[in-house]
């Protein structure tokens, strides 16, 4: 009996376990279909209160308590595009930064709160997540900064957020009011599930730069108009006291009426897996410079040119914990993602189930089993060609990619250079490689940049940057006097017109002026440092600057030096696409395509991009950046030469030596049959 009562209790335990998970697991709204949901929905604002879409005083929506009704906003907003701030997972190998770029002090700061090495820390040079959101806002999903712990009701009726505190999420002072009138920048889903084409990245931009982060979703999907800023509001506005109707007051939004119902709920069209040209609004990258292939020439992603998508090898569950796709990679759900890299994919990763969505198993045929041992997939197969020197490219997150522009010059900072290859666990890998550029202050070996809006403003009146103009700009604008002309390029040719003048002489003047700014650069250089050198020693520090792979400093007589520093050195990340295709690969047409002097490979340049005029600036070879010996891959080169020939030989060799054995076999049969006769 009481065996039986006992097997009750652990069934009834048993059941309501079950119940509970159940419970738990339905918590938010499922379909288990393939197919899309059709999303008629009500508004809710940020106190989760119904909108009336009708209601000339309505609110702007709020993804977190509208889209967090049936989806898990929680789960989703520690997805890969929104957890950096929290550090609450693995950063996962280096990626692309986030570069503050300021041309009026010559900054190229490479940021990340993953904390990646040769990056920095935004609350380690003094920008807050509202420095942050106004810089780089354009291209973010929301969420991350645009959310930070520990903020204030806003007074958009924005709720409190009781989750831990984060040294990197505390707002300054100057900007913890800003977050008061300006509500959160809240994970927007619509950036990427929008299906209608109606969703712009560019109103989403415009409505951040006029701090109105709460109302950003509203007028990116076209919900609704909103009129005013809260960028033109005081730090101490009290919304409670505002007139009705006058121009100092928060921002008002007016629905559009034709995505509402008679029930006053919104159409939103939703697609479950994002279009790709959605990914390309942060993840496009386009070669610059002369050398530059146009637009209408470039042929895509092979993979995508296959009709595949983003998402098929980028996937992710509700979490948003997005798969980055590299060999190694350990996604945070605990399951085996090796199959969705280049090599698990296309020759079985380390669970054995390669050859995903019929990827094919490439033979290399004639090539060395070694190479797949020395060389990423990536090396051959991924980003621009190899060439003599690796070329510039422009990215969306670092130079605003997608949002209309006349400024898409080859020399737009900041400066980014593609492909470098370097070594990484005796590995070739594809990079993407720019040089940072700021002051900061040396103090016990270490250099630590210094906030560039607060240096600006200490250096102001030494930079004397003209209004529309970058300091490159400003120090380039010399001018050349009849004497200068005179002295170089002689009394006759000075007096040419310059439509007339030689490649020769064109170029000598180039030089001439690149030098005369260069002169322009050190004696604002050693101003600069003197002016910051008084300001930091009460503190024993040693005021810097790092640009163009160099480090600078005052040397005696408080005149310039150049020193050696790990802060000038380049910080580098792995591309992965675009994906060539195995006909457009490198190493295609033969060994000597790699293994030759001067193989791009191996010999291709790679210059430093400076912020500021260079006349000798700083260039390595991939051989160098790589880690590789110069002689011995002299020598290796040399013994391909001959290496047709020796293998000519050898077959020769081959054949004469199968030649005699065919003799001595001949003579044995022979010997064997005229044994056999005389017995």
């Not at 041992?373 to 130079?399: F, I, N, R, W, Y």
């Amino acid at each position: 009996m009481k065996w039986h009562a006992l097997r009750i209790f652990c069934v009834s335990v048993s059941l309501c376990s079950g119940l509970i998970a159940s419970d738990q697991a339905s918590r938010f709204a499922h379909t288990n279909s393939r197919s899309n949901y059709v999303h008629w929905i009500d508004l809710y604002d940020a106190n989760n209160r119904r909108i009336d879409p009708a209601d000339p005083n309505a609110g702007p929506y709020s993804p977190m308590t509208t889209c967090g009704r049936c989806h898990d906003y929680e789960s989703i907003a520690s997805g890969h595009h929104f957890n950096a701030i929290g550090g609450s997972l693995p950063a996962g190998r280096a990626g692309e930064p986030w570069i503050w770029t300021d041309d009026r002090t010559g900054t190229q700061l490479p940021l990340s709160y993953r904390g990646w090495e040769g990056t920095y820390r935004p609350n380690e040079v003094g920008i807050s997540p509202w420095d942050f959101v106004l810089k780089f806002g354009r291209h973010l999903p929301g969420g991350g900064p645009g959310q930070p712990p520990k903020q204030q009701p806003a007074a958009t009726g924005e709720p409190g957020a009781e989750t831990p505190a984060s040294a990197e999420a505390e707002p300054t002072p100057a900007s913890a009011d800003r977050w008061r009138l300006s509500g959160w920048l809240q994970v927007d889903c619509m950036l990427c599930h929008s299906n209608d084409h109606v969703y712009s990245p560019e109103v989403w931009w415009n409505q951040i730069k006029d701090q109105n982060f709460a109302w950003a979703p509203t007028a990116a999907a076209g919900l609704g108009s909103i009129d005013g800023k809260v960028s033109g509001l005081a730090d101490d506005f009290d919304p409670a006291n505002a007139a009705p109707g006058g121009r100092n007051r928060l921002p008002t939004t007016t629905y559009h009426s034709l995505r509402i119902n008679g029930e006053k709920k919104v159409f939103f069209d939703v697609v479950r897996t994002p279009d790709d040209r959605t990914c390309y609004y942060c993840h496009t990258t386009q070669p610059a410079g002369s050398g530059a292939v146009p637009r209408w020439n470039q042929d895509e992603d092979v993979h995508l040119r296959a009709g595949m998508t983003c998402t098929d090898c980028h996937r992710n569950d509700i979490g948003h914990h997005t798969v980055r796709g590299y060999e190694g990679e350990e996604h945070p759900t605990g399951l085996s993602v090796a199959s969705l890299s280049c090599r698990g994919c296309h020759l079985d990763g380390e669970d054995g189930q390669g050859g995903r969505m019929g990827a094919p198993k490439p033979l290399h045929v004639g090539l060395p089993a070694l190479h797949l041992d020395k060389l990423s997939c990536t090396a051959c197969h991924s980003g621009p060609p190899h060439a003599t020197e690796a070329q510039p490219v422009h990215t969306a997150l670092a130079h605003g990619l997608g949002l209309p522009s006349h400024g898409f010059t080859s020399d737009l900072a900041p400066g980014i250079v593609a492909p470098v290859l370097l070594q990484e666990k005796g590995k070739l890998h594809p990079h993407r490689m720019t040089w940072p550029a700021f002051w900061g202050k040396l103090k016990d070996g270490a250099i630590t940049p210094l906030n560039p809006d607060a240096t600006y403003e200490a250096l102001r009146s030494i930079l004397r940057i003209r209004r529309g103009q970058t300091l490159v700009q400003t120090l380039s604008a010399v001018k050349m006097t009849d004497e200068d002309k005179t002295n170089l390029l002689g009394e006759e040719r000075a007096k040419v017109d310059e439509a007339e003048r030689t490649d020769d002489e064109r170029a000598k003047i180039a030089a001439w002026e690149t030098a005369k700014a260069k002169e322009a650069w050190f004696e604002l250089l050693g101003k600069s440092l003197s002016a910051l050198k008084e300001s930091m020693a009460a503190e024993g520090a040693e005021p810097v600057y790092v640009g163009g792979g160099r480090a600078y400093r005052l040397g005696a007589e408080d005149k310039p030096e150049v020193f050696q520093h790990a802060a000038a050195e380049p910080y580098a990340w792995k591309l992965g696409h675009d994906v060539r295709s195995a006909r457009a690969s490198s190493g295609v047409t033969g060994c000597y395509e790699c293994h030759a002097a001067g193989s791009p490979i191996f010999e291709g340049r790679v210059t430093a991009v400076s912020a500021v005029p260079e006349d000798e600036p700083v260039t390595y070879t991939m051989w160098e950046l790589a880690g590789y010996d110069k002689q011995m891959l002299d020598a290796w080169n040399l013994s391909f030469q001959g290496r047709p020939m020796f293998k000519y030989a050898g077959f020769a060799v081959m054949g004469l030596v199968a030649l005699i054995l065919l003799a001595y076999w001949i003579r044995g049969i022979h010997g064997l049959f005229g044994r056999l006769r005389r017995g």
